[in-house]
């Protein structure tokens, strides 16, 4: 410590979990899944092909299941990255589930704006319609889910190809 400062950092240390381990650590587990904290940041890898060229990072807070969140309410805050062509596909399925879901739910005012019996008929299949979008904006994700959580706020990860993981493996194994 420098004298002539008393506020003087004397050591930066990494933020650490209980376990000693950094914040955006992660492991491969049984091959297939990949095990983490609260947060990960993945290699830029596409957790879909296993592609290193046009790749594209996204962000996003992975969560168990839908049958299963309402028992346990765990998330993890992970950066994943995907081919151009991949999240191209992702953002146009949301596009076209987006306008479903407010086409239907505008139909639903038919029979305010317009007089007929159409109009009626447009207000009934609003609520399809509507659901049918959701349905379409649901498919729209990569695939990141909780397999399993663990003490200390470990998290093991599904939902990440095979290719992604013999990228990994090639780049562990390349010299740096």
Same mark, same amino acid.
Request: a positive charge; one cysteine or more.
């Given at each position: 410590?420098?004298?002539?400062?008393?506020?003087? $950092?004397?050591? $930066?240390?990494?933020?650490?979990?209980?376990?000693?381990?950094?914040?955006?650590?992660?492991?491969?587990?049984?091959?297939?899944? &990949?095990?983490?904290?609260?947060?990960?940041?993945?290699?830029?890898?596409?957790?879909? #092909?296993? +592609?290193?060229?046009? &790749? #594209?990072?996204?962000?996003?807070?992975? !969560?168990?299941?839908?049958?299963?969140?309402?028992? !346990?309410?765990?998330?993890?805050?992970?950066?994943?990255?995907?081919?151009? *062509?991949?999240?191209?596909?992702?953002?146009?399925?949301?596009?076209?589930?987006?306008?479903?879901?407010?086409?239907?739910? +505008?139909?639903?005012?038919?029979?305010?704006?317009?007089?007929?019996? #159409? *109009?009626?008929?447009?207000?009934?299949?609003?609520?399809?319609? *509507?659901? $049918?979008?959701?349905?379409?904006?649901?498919? +729209?994700?990569?695939?990141?889910?909780?397999? !399993?959580?663990?003490?200390?706020?470990?998290?093991?990860?599904?939902?990440?190809?095979?290719?992604?993981?013999?990228?990994? +493996? #090639?780049?562990?194994?390349?010299?740096?």
């Amino acid at each position: 410590m420098n004298s002539s400062n008393p506020f003087a $950092v004397i050591e $930066v240390a990494q933020p650490e979990d209980a376990a000693g381990r950094s914040p955006h650590w992660f492991t491969i587990v049984d091959g297939r899944y &990949i095990g983490c904290g609260r947060q990960v940041q993945l290699p830029p890898v596409c957790i879909h #092909t296993g +592609a290193v060229q046009q &790749i #594209t990072p996204w962000i996003l807070g992975v !969560r168990f299941p839908a049958y299963r969140l309402i028992l !346990r309410q765990q998330q993890v805050q992970c950066q994943y990255y995907l081919h151009d *062509s991949i999240g191209s596909r992702i953002r146009l399925l949301r596009r076209i589930g987006g306008l479903l879901t407010f086409a239907g739910l +505008a139909s639903l005012f038919a029979p305010v704006v317009f007089a007929g019996s #159409t *109009s009626f008929i447009m207000a009934a299949l609003g609520v399809p319609i *509507s659901l $049918v979008g959701r349905l379409i904006a649901s498919f +729209a994700e990569p695939g990141l889910r909780i397999h !399993r959580y663990g003490p200390d706020g470990t998290f093991v990860l599904r939902g990440m190809r095979k290719p992604f993981f013999d990228s990994l +493996a #090639t780049i562990r194994r390349s010299p740096q």
